[in-house]
């Protein structure tokens, strides 16, 4: 049967062309996505700033959850002090130096990380000149920001100035594009850290001949709390997105990889179910000549998998590179540090084959069923003609897959909060698949609509276009839905966000009651300056607004629908915000924030936690301090302004800079502006500020933006593929045609006609497959079944489509009819 399997594969080179390109191009998107997976354990960021450490030393940075893949904390986890002469006390170690960062700004807003002179060693930074800095005044700079020792720099932290005297001068470190380094003496650092009595981290240098790994797991052992690193895992301490990065990478990689590998799985299978189908006849005259339905199915079963694993193996080479590409992609995005290093292996390769292969081989079981059970005469019969009968398991299967994505997508009209919304999200695939299983029912429903308006052409074109599509129902939907899932992943993944972030700028605007929006140029504001601000003549509150991240866990911890998630929270002054904020409280008051331990909820996140005025509940602030909290009031602004409100007093101590990233300032008079501008500091507007969480979905946005257009990517290729496998079958259709009298211009304005009426088909399926998860996202964000549904968007994704199916079909029918009319019969 392998050479029977091998002589089908050369006498049908054009059929299973169009499977090796499926294949290969699914077998390179699933690399490309093992590779990220891998490197969200593997990679990292490359050691820089602490390679002359053996061992870092720091607190943990990120909260477990059973069976799944831990949540990083926002901001940086410390240690106490006593931690260093702790770990200085273990045997091998020579010294333990604590390291602490400071953002400073110089000139021209150049940043600007600042830490103790002692930590120089980590790096090691040498002098290439002048003296280590003894007074609180003096500075060791790198050689970026082009000083020398003797010159006066101006550094400000949250927007203070204070003057300093370069001492010396150390090499740069890193690329060009990182923070400028600062060493400061002991009592200038201490004075500008917010954490007094902590350190961010501990470099240890060995004793000679001491092994790091060994000296690693000592520390560990002999010190209770801390995480150590060694090696390249040295690189993923060094700041808070090297933290987070692989963490980030995880589970960005990981939810991207479950859509993109169903939709690249399902274009395999499509691809190959039109292979066989185009070759019921060799089927068929098989069966007539004695071939039994079993060799059959390992003939059809053994070609498919030569192919396919030529194909995958081909193909996971470039996805090696698309890896890459989308790497610097989610760099510039800011999700991951811009020198993350992947874990570049043969193992995502190995893996995309073997997922391909498997996909392909299963999908060539199922497909070999029909040709292989049908008896001989019967086989040949229906060889030229396509069965219009479904199955009754498929039509069951398809319209239960469609009424539960129905049914998902109408969740937000009975729960609240995440749990509802992500019903939704997932719903358009499930309508999708289903559609696809009953596609052939869908053409004929679509046709008693749009085969009239083809015969009212009253051209012969038009006549054979309408009896083609209702002839060939299953070649129809086989061209239909790729095309309808193009536009329906699109439109979900473009206008969904479009939807959340519009409402929470509404959300924003509409609860921010302040005169003055007030931000750093530095990025952000020390208190002594928001104390500046309140003392100007005509100001009459001022409220610093502190942002962050609290994890929350939601669910019984113990059942599956349990989810633990970072949700955004700010601190606010209680005794101001009532004339700088409107939350737009329902229950409670924000004045009662002024008590110790506690918060104010959105109404979304009271809903998940099923919490009310009175209650208690267990937070986890952004550097893993646990909290315990009684909740004081409930407000529906929560997508504007955070899932969770506190004092921003009781927060800045859980922030790594320990600085506001804004004030809501209310005052008159003329003079208030200027007053505040003269301070250093700008005054903004509530859209261009953002809405509580804004940077974080930007982050996600261009990341799911950059991840969309890889997809569509690949579906626009799928689609031509499969329509030009489809459109190349038919030149025995067209020949007769020909020979029947029709011009090759009217068979072109037939397939003209029939490529309109798919894409026609494939963008209002693809619109009517959304319409019920963005209605239900949108009525569980805003009350209001409207979602955002940007036109211009939309028409550029409608013309694409239209653009993309036509020519699929129009040009390989050109191609077919420049053969002379007795070659191609």
Known sequence: MWTLARASIAHHRRSFAGVIVAVLLASALSTALGVLVESGLRGGVPVERLAGADV????????????????????????DDD??????????VNRAIADVEVPLTAGDGIKISAHPWAAAALTPSALTAGES?????????????????GDRIELAHGGVPATYTVSGIVDLIGSADAASLAYLSPQAIGALWPHAGSVALIGVIADEGTDAAALSAAIADRVPGVVTYVGAARGDVESLAGVNARTNLIALSGSLAGVALIIAMFVVASTLSLSIAQRRRDFALLRAVGTSPRQLRGIIVRETALVSTIAAVIGALPGYALAQLLADQFAVGGVIPADFALAFSPLAGIAAVALTVGTAALAAIVSARGPSKAPPIEALVQSRIETPQLNRGRVITGLSLIITGVVASLLPLVIRGEAALAGPASAALLITVGAALIGPRIVEWSLTFAGPVLRRLRVAPGVLADANARSFTRRLSTA?????????????????????????????????????IVTSPAGGIAPELGTQVAAIDGVDAVTPVIRSNVIVATGDPDSEFSMVQPKPIQGIDPAASGKTLDLAVTDGSLAKLADPDTVALGSNQAFELGAHVGDSVDLTLGDGTPLTARVVAIYDRGLGFGAVTIDADALRPHTTTGLADHLLVSGTGDAVAGEITALGLSLTDASDLGAAGAGDAAQQSWASVIALLVILGFIALAVVN????????????????????????????????????ISVLAVVLGTVITLPPLIGIAFGLTGQPIPVFPPIVYGMLAGSTLLLGILSIVLPTRSALRAPLVSAV
């Open 56 to 79: 870092v030393v720091g607190a943990p940075q990120s909260k477990p959850v059973p069976e799944d893949v831990p949540v990083p904390f926002s901001e940086r986890a410390l240690l």
């Open 480 to 516: 239909i839905i790729p095309l309808a899932l193009g536009i329906t992943l699109a439109i979900v993944q473009l206008f969904v966000p479009a939807t959340v972030s519009a409402e929470a700028a509404t959300q924003h605007a509409e609860g921010t009651t302040a005169d003055y």
């Open 133 to 149: 800095p003894a007074a609180a005044d003096q500075v060791v700079v790198d050689s970026s920001l082009g000083a020398e020792p």
């Open 83 to 92: 931690t260093v002469d702790a770990v200085a006390a273990v045997p091998g």
């Open 722 to 757: 499969t329509l030009v496998m489809a459109t190349t079958e038919r030149r025995d259709e067209f020949a007769l045609l020909r020979r029947l009298g029709a011009t090759p211009g009217q068979v072109t304005v037939m397939t003209f006609l029939e490529s309109g009426l």
